[in-house]
């Protein structure tokens, strides 16, 4: 057998221990930079990704703001609209008020132009009152002769009876001497019974004349009014009630001469005291309230003295009767002196009425304890219409 001494391998050069360490400590350092580099690379991402947050909430408060904005945008746009429809509110509310003021500044003229058309018919009725009434006529002398015009009176009666209407029954009657009053007191039928009333006076002084009335209320100013002039004429007014006379016609009716006040026996007499109505209440809105409340407490006081007074009754039993709407039979009204007679088959051809009422009493004075029929309301009614128990509402 024999060696091939000729190929001999190669055998690696083992290190020695330095070189080993040394070559460990360059991998360790290598090791050691590679992993610096990773944590550097992973500072990096995390920064990144830090950085990408903050980018996100930057994104997120940004879309926050932008919601904020177009919340503000919606309100502001909700409030512009509310204010729309306040204003579109107070523009109606504004031709509401525009169109009650002119509906009012309408009925305002409407009211002025029947005023005015009320007016005109009255001077036309005053002119031809006056033409007809006039003397001495056209072309005569100036001097007053009662037995001409006596005769002239009579000649226009005899016109009256050729051909009869309803104007000329009002002048028969009103040369009769017979005023009516048929209808709630307002300013216009106050105004005309108080001129008839006074020219009547002025055509003859001695001579009393007849009021019928059948009045329901009305004005306290124009009732005073006409009561005054009652109280102001001289002659005797007989007053004559029928239907229903209540408040200022229960007032009028009872303001007559003593002895001449009668009633139907189908009328009906309620007293109340003096209230204001609405109207009154508008017109006077504006005046204070002390001055407005001493002013009724004036006409309350100045009636109840001129029922107790003219009555002769107790002043509480007055009282009692003017705190509420008690409607008095014509027996009733006549024990508490309102009236003096009661008419049972009322006035016709037959009765001889000018000679009743025309009389006069000797002094021209009531004295209620000089009649034999007075009896005090509370001993004349029976039980069911004592005192407490008459007719109220």
């Given at each position: 057998?024999?060696?091939?001494?000729?190929?001999?391998?190669?055998?690696?050069?083992?290190?020695?221990?330095?070189?080993?360490?040394?070559?460990?400590?360059?991998?360790?350092?290598?090791?050691?930079?590679?992993?610096?580099?990773?944590?550097?690379?992973?500072?990096?991402?995390?920064?990144?990704?830090?950085?990408?947050?903050?980018?996100?909430?930057?994104?997120?408060?940004?879309?926050?703001?932008?919601?904020?904005?177009?919340?503000?945008?919606?309100?502001?746009?909700?409030?512009?609209?509310?204010?729309?429809?306040?204003?579109?509110?107070?523009?109606?509310?504004?031709?509401?008020?525009?169109?009650?003021?002119?509906?009012?500044?309408?009925?305002?003229?409407?009211?002025?132009q029947e005023e005015e058309e009320?007016?005109?018919?009255?001077?036309?009725?005053?002119?031809?009152?006056?033409?007809?009434?006039?003397?001495?006529?056209?072309?005569?002398?100036?001097?007053?002769?009662?037995?001409?015009?006596?005769?002239?009176?009579?000649?226009?009666y005899s016109e009256v009876e050729?051909?009869?209407?309803?104007?000329?029954?009002?002048?028969?009657?009103?040369?009769?001497?017979?005023?009516?009053?048929?209808?709630?007191?307002?300013?216009?039928?106050?105004?005309?019974?108080?001129?008839?009333?006074?020219?009547?006076?002025?055509?003859?002084?001695?001579?009393?004349?007849?009021?019928?009335?059948?009045?329901?209320?009305?004005?306290?100013?124009?009732?005073?009014?006409?009561?005054?002039?009652?109280?102001?004429?001289?002659?005797?007014?007989?007053?004559?009630?029928?239907?229903?006379?209540?408040?200022?016609?229960?007032?009028?009716?009872?303001?007559?001469?003593?002895?001449?006040?009668?009633?139907?026996?189908?009328?009906?007499?309620?007293?109340?005291?003096?209230?204001?109505?609405?109207?009154?209440?508008?017109?006077?809105?504006?005046?204070?309230?002390?001055?407005?409340?001493?002013?009724?407490?004036?006409?309350?006081?100045?009636?109840?003295?001129?029922?107790?007074?003219?009555?002769?009754?107790?002043?509480?039993?007055?009282?009692?009767?003017?705190?509420?709407?008690?409607?008095?039979?014509?027996?009733?009204?006549?024990?508490?002196?309102?009236?003096?007679?009661?008419?049972?088959?009322?006035?016709?051809?037959?009765?001889?009425?000018?000679?009743?009422?025309?009389?006069?009493?000797?002094?021209?004075?009531?004295?209620?304890?000089?009649?034999?029929?007075?009896?005090?309301?509370?001993?004349?009614?029976?039980?069911?219409?004592?005192?407490?128990?008459?007719?109220?509402?």
């Amino acid at each position: 057998m024999s060696l091939n001494l000729g190929y001999i391998p190669k055998v690696p050069f083992e290190e020695g221990p330095k070189q080993h360490k040394e070559k460990e400590e360059e991998e360790d350092q290598e090791e050691d930079q590679e992993e610096e580099q990773e944590d550097q690379e992973e500072e990096q991402e995390d920064q990144e990704e830090e950085q990408e947050d903050q980018e996100e909430e930057q994104e997120d408060q940004e879309e926050e703001q932008e919601d904020q904005e177009e919340e503000q945008e919606d309100q502001e746009e909700e409030e512009e609209e509310e204010d729309q429809e306040e204003e579109e509110e107070e523009d109606q509310e504004e031709e509401e008020e525009d169109q009650e003021e002119e509906e009012e500044d309408q009925e305002e003229e409407e009211e002025d132009q029947e005023e005015e058309e009320e007016d005109q018919e009255e001077e036309e009725e005053d002119q031809e009152q006056q033409e007809q009434l006039s003397y001495p006529p056209q072309g005569s002398s100036s001097e007053y002769d009662p037995q001409a015009r006596e005769k002239s009176s009579e000649e226009s009666y005899s016109e009256v009876e050729k051909e009869i209407t309803w104007v000329e029954l009002y002048y028969r009657l009103f040369f009769g001497r017979y005023i009516f009053l048929g209808r709630p007191l307002e300013k216009q039928p106050a105004d005309q019974i108080m001129k008839c009333m006074i020219y009547l006076n002025q055509e003859d002084k001695t001579k009393g004349f007849f009021f019928f009335l059948s009045c329901r209320g009305g004005g306290m100013k124009q009732g005073v009014a006409v009561y005054d002039v009652m109280q102001f004429v001289t002659g005797d007014i007989s007053t004559i009630g029928y239907g229903l006379n209540a408040s200022m016609g229960a007032f009028l009716l009872h303001g007559g001469a003593f002895s001449k006040r009668a009633v139907s026996e189908n009328a009906r007499v309620m007293m109340h005291q003096p209230r204001m109505s609405p109207y009154d209440h508008r017109r006077y809105s504006g005046i204070e309230s002390g001055s407005d409340a001493d002013n009724m407490n004036r006409l309350r006081t100045y009636i109840l003295e001129t029922y107790i007074r003219r009555t002769g009754e107790d002043p509480e039993l007055i009282e009692y009767l003017l705190e509420r709407d008690i409607y008095l039979q014509p027996e009733e009204a006549k024990n508490v002196n309102l009236i003096d007679e009661i008419t049972v088959e009322g006035f016709d051809d037959s009765t001889n009425i000018s000679s009743f009422y025309n009389h006069k009493d000797e002094n021209d004075v009531y004295e209620k304890d000089k009649r034999s029929d007075f009896v005090p309301i509370s001993k004349h009614l029976d039980e069911s219409l004592s005192q407490k128990n008459l007719v109220c509402c």
